[in-house]
Nanobody, 120 residues
Framework: QVQLVESGGGLVQAGGSLRLSCVAS????????MGWFRQAPGKERELVAR????????YTRDSVKGGFTISKDNAKNTMYLQMNSLRPEDTAVYYC?????????????WGQGTQVTVSS
């Protein structure tokens, strides 16, 4: 059974930083691309960043480019999202998931997510 466990969220002032972690189990971690998603109140869940299975190719959505960095450690079955220069509009619950070639989430049972709140 696949498990996705996110952590590292919290309350931070605008301009601050957080580092999110995602520990995945139940699948061969290094065989899949993975992504960080977020969902703000009243909004659709959106892809924030994606990393390929080997970790050498990444995508970051334009609104966070330059501030967010995605990475992974295949030996630890862990993916990270370093978030710098946070803004109030980055406030959301952040989730991780495996993704297919079209960046569609693969696992239907999402983890509990981790809340990120940025105060102005």
């Amino acid at each position: 059974q696949v498990q996705l466990v996110e952590s590292g969220g919290g309350l931070v002032q605008a301009g601050g930083s957080l580092r999110l972690s995602c520990v995945a189990s139940g699948r061969t971690f290094s065989a899949y691309s993975m992504g960080w998603f977020r969902q703000a109140p009243g909004k659709e869940r959106e892809l924030v960043a994606r990393i390929n299975r080997s970790g050498d190719t990444t995508y970051t959505r334009d609104s966070v480019k330059g501030g967010f960095t995605i990475s992974k450690d295949n030996a630890k079955n862990t993916m990270y999202l370093q978030m710098n220069s946070l803004r109030p509009e980055d406030t959301a619950v952040y989730y991780c998931n495996y993704v297919d070639r079209w960046d569609t989430p693969i696992i239907t049972a999402w983890g509990q997510g981790t809340q990120v709140t940025v105060s102005s």
